[in-house]
């Protein structure tokens, strides 16, 4: 996989949340996908679609990427979740592992936003 490729699977994920197309979403992971999250792991695709479809408190997010960067094996993610109304919520960075082509995982780290 290379760099492009990689960036390109990273950004088609947060669309994939953003636009609720869950089929799409769960096409980019492996089956045994895990996500860390700092408040929660998530383990298997089909419980990680399921929690972003039926589980998560808001769905009506966005996710703006500030910057991507592919690099080795993975790729590093940063940006803001952003509110039905547009107000950034949180911070994060997202760590994308991969194997074979798709998402083995994906660690997140949040930080609150200050006003």
Partial sequence: MTPADA?????AYYDAIDAGDYDRLAALLRPEFVHYRPDRT??????FVRFMRDERPMTDTTHAVDGVYPEGIG????????????????AFVDVFGFEDGA????????ETLDD
Avoid: C
């Fill in 42 to 47: 998530l383990e298997g695709r089909s419980a």
């Fill in 103 to 110: 998402v083995a995982a994906l660690e997140t780290y949040t």
């Fill in 75 to 90: 790729v590093a993610v940063r940006g803001r979740l952003r509110g039905p109304d547009g107000e950034d919520l949180f």
């Fill in 7 to 11: 960036e390109a699977k990273a950004r």
